[in-house]
């Protein structure tokens, strides 16, 4: 039977390496998708991903199971990524469509594309909304921002996210709300009715919107 | 007029139950309320069908895959962190760390304090054996319970407990404990 995290992280405490490198797998590339979608920054995302499993690393002594483990692990990449976007210590890469087309070298980050292999075309319309997506996301204020990635793509529960942000559940869903009809209007492109999801999506006046 | 105040108070009242209810997390009684509103106001419903066509975009964003250095970049991380173990990292419970912390205080207080023999050439000896007699009579480390009683550590007396050495002077002998 799989051991929980809390479990895990206990063994980790009682000296288990092993039980840690479980969790590294485990958590890895959800963090590093929430940190880049905090800070739009490859090379920033996988520093503080590290940083996350530093602490918890550090910590591992005085481990004590208070909350979930997602909890507690996602409430130090959040407060990591905010100081982060606060201090604005690391520069802002912008994706631009030109970078992911004409040059070999990879700035652009790792996709992970279905089996089929895609036309040329199929992939260009996925970069364009999955740009446009990451910038609207981008556009809101952080906190707005964590509870969005948070209940999107982590799927935490309320409770487990307001414990994270420090506001009360229904301040969280306030912010939800309020974060998602932002996302509504820009997103305007992506979320009309009329959208083909196969051609580049446009904006009000017709023209491509990336 | 008076309708439609109404009408955009009770849209408020749903608006910060939308998401928990696109969730399918809302209560019964809240759910119904919303479904209600949705019922007769087209513009939340035209809201809550464009946040489920959001979340369907939304799911639209790709993950990305961390570097292939990642594992043996966090790993040379960690082999850099300094040995931070103390001795304090040995102590299962702060309630022994405290103990124990009570304990090193008070020998260090007992060892400092002025020996009840006057006698220069035998202070050393007195001394050492006043501290021999101390710690064999630490019942306290055998007892840790009573170190955590703070009635008995604040009253206690460690002075009194001392065993007059042959010859010393009494001036600051045992003294009557309470």
Redesign the interface.
């Known amino acids: 039977m799989a051991r929980t995290d809390v479990q895990l992280m206990l063994d980790v405490k009682a000296g288990d390496e092993q039980s840690f490198e479980l969790l590294?797998r485990k958590y890895?590339?959800p963090l590093?998708?929430f940190l880049?979608?905090m800070v739009r920054d490859?090379a920033v995302a996988?520093d503080l991903?590290?940083e996350v499993?530093?602490r918890v690393?550090?910590a591992r002594?005085q481990y004590a199971p208070s909350a979930k483990f997602t909890t507690w692990m996602f409430r130090i990449a959040t407060n990591l990524a905010l100081n982060s976007v606060r201090d604005n210590r690391h520069r802002q890469m912008e994706i631009s469509m030109d970078q992911s087309v004409d040059t070999g070298e990879n700035e652009q980050?790792?996709?992970?594309?279905p089996d089929r292999a895609p036309s040329v075309e199929q992939e260009l319309v996925?970069r364009c909304?999955?740009e446009l997506?990451?910038k609207a996301i981008h556009s809101l204020p952080e906190k707005q921002r964590a509870a969005v990635l948070l209940?999107?793509?982590q799927e935490l529960d309320?409770d487990e996210i307001a414990r994270v942000l420090e506001c009360s559940e229904?301040a969280l869903?306030?912010l939800?709300?309020r974060a998602?009809?932002t996302?509504?209007v820009e997103?305007a492109p992506?979320?009309?009715?009329t959208v083909r999801?196969d051609r580049v999506p446009v904006d009000r006046s017709g023209q491509p919107a990336c | 007029m008076f309708g439609k105040d109404s009408n955009e108070k009770r849209c408020a009242t749903i608006?910060?139950?939308?998401?928990?209810y696109l969730d399918g997390?809302a209560h019964p009684a809240e759910r119904h309320a919303v479904e209600q509103h949705l019922s007769v106001c087209a513009s939340c419903r035209l809201?809550a069908e464009?946040?489920r066509?959001?979340?369907g975009?939304?799911d639209?964003?790709?993950?990305?895959?961390?570097?292939p250095a990642?594992?043996a970049?966090?790993r040379a991380?960690?082999a850099a962190?300094p040995a931070?173990?103390s001795f304090w990292?040995w102590m299962p419970s702060p309630r022994l760390a405290f103990a124990v912390t009570t304990l090193i205080v008070m020998s260090a207080w007992l060892s400092s304090s002025p020996s009840v023999t006057t006698n220069p050439s035998g202070m050393g000896q007195a001394i050492q054996a006043n501290k021999v007699t101390v710690e064999s009579d630490f019942g306290m480390i055998r007892d840790l319970p009573v170190l955590e009683n703070f009635d008995v550590v604040s009253k206690f007396d460690a002075l009194s407990e001392l065993p007059v050495s042959p010859g010393a002077s009494t001036t600051e002998g045992t003294k009557e404990t309470r």
């Not at chain 2, 608006?15 to 928990?20: F, P, R, T």
């Not at chain 2, 639209?60 to 570097?67: G, K, N, T, Y």
């Open positions: 590294l890895r590339t590093v998708n880049y979608r490859t996988e991903a590290q499993f530093l690393y550090r002594q980050p790792a996709l992970e594309v996925a909304r999955a997506i990451l209940h999107k793509y309320y229904s869903k306030s939800l709300f998602y009809e996302l509504r997103l992506l979320v009309s009715p999801v | 608006e910060s139950k939308l998401v928990e997390r809201r464009e946040f066509a959001l979340w975009a939304l639209d964003l790709p993950p990305i895959s961390p570097s990642f594992d970049s966090l991380r960690i962190e931070r173990r990292d």
